[in-house]
């Protein structure tokens, strides 16, 4: 079936590695959706605090200030957060786009009576061609672990990428937390 011993399971070890990246994708959306939801309601607590002359008299305006600038830094986490997101989210659907043209490809040279083979260095010399560097340059490093029989590490890059994004989430929950905490020590 096939002759180098670094490709053989090819197919079951990409239809993995894409699975991974498929649960990968469902989970950063959930992520990305509550810290959106977060920073929405952060947000707008802060425009009614700064906004209400109500809120005003209960909150000095320093303490106002403390929690605007803690605003401020929810929103940067959001920021990178949002944009791990959309790493992960690309990756899991690009995973699934792979795993269906590779089922498709082995497929039609079965159905043709031919070995079934995979061009692994072809496949990713076309992502590496198309990136600009310093992608390119994570494309080779990616390009030659798949070479090497590794066609899991690109998963787990997007995997490591998810995990930094739900930290994220837990400080800019953290941020939140001490802007409430504030608010209620100024009241109090």
Not at 66 to 88: H, N, P, R, S
């Amino acid at each position: 079936m096939v002759s180098d011993p670094r490709f053989e399971n090819i197919q079951e070890r990409v239809i993995a590695a894409a699975a991974l990246c498929d649960a990968l994708g469902k989970a950063s959306n959930k992520i990305d959706a509550f810290a959106s939801w977060l920073l929405a309601g952060f947000g707008g607590a802060m425009a009614l605090l700064i906004s209400s002359h109500d809120a005003l008299a209960w909150v000095t305006a320093d303490t106002a200030r403390a929690e605007l600038k803690l605003f401020g830094w929810a929103l940067v986490v959001t920021v990178a957060q949002k944009y791990l997101a959309i790493i992960v989210t690309c990756g899991a659907e690009g995973a699934a786009s792979g795993r269906a043209l590779v089922r498709e490809h082995l497929k039609e040279q079965r159905d043709q009576g031919q070995e079934e083979t995979f061009n692994v260095k072809a496949f990713a010399d076309e992502f590496r061609k198309a990136a600009f560097w310093p992608a390119s340059r994570f494309v080779a490093s990616m390009n030659a672990k798949a070479l090497a029989g590794d066609v899991g590490a690109a998963s787990r890059l997007f995997f490591r990428c998810m995990q930094i994004q739900a930290m994220l989430l837990v400080v800019e929950i953290v941020l939140f937390l001490f802007a409430v905490r504030e608010t209620v020590r100024a009241i109090g």
